[in-house]
């Protein structure tokens, strides 16, 4: 949850709509990445970014999640740069969800979603 869609009050509207997706679980993290626009790519702020970001990227890896996604582009890069890979945007997980080539653990169905 980008903290800049929380400062406008959006709501999750990435994660209702990807608990659409029949089979799929959605865990929300609602923790600051530390980014924060152009500061974290400044030399002299990046380990603070790192810092203010921990809780976050601890939540995520405690997840386990097979995949991992954000609205913001810019926390995805440093998601990268903390965890080792990179989330892909939600309206790619959708997109992917729906292709039968679109994730390597393909989402059974569960019985009775029908």
Not at 29 to 58: I, N, R, Y
Not at 67 to 92: K, M, N, W, Y
Request: aromatic residues 8%; proline residues 6%; neutral net charge.
């Amino acid at each position: 949850m980008p903290c800049h869609l929380k400062a406008q009050n959006i709501g999750f509207r990435s994660r209702d709509v990807m608990r659409l997706i029949p089979g799929a679980t959605v865990k929300l993290v609602e923790q600051c990445c530390g980014h924060d626009g152009t500061w974290a790519m400044k030399k002299e702020f990046f380990p603070l970014s790192m810092l203010a970001g921990k809780k976050a990227f601890d939540e995520i890896k405690a997840a386990e999640a097979d995949v991992t996604a954000t609205d913001c582009p810019l926390a995805a890069i440093h998601f990268e740069q903390a965890l080792g890979s990179r989330p892909i945007h939600p309206v790619q997980v959708l997109a992917r969800a729906y292709r039968e080539d679109g994730f390597p653990k393909r989402i059974e169905e569960q019985k009775g979603d029908g």
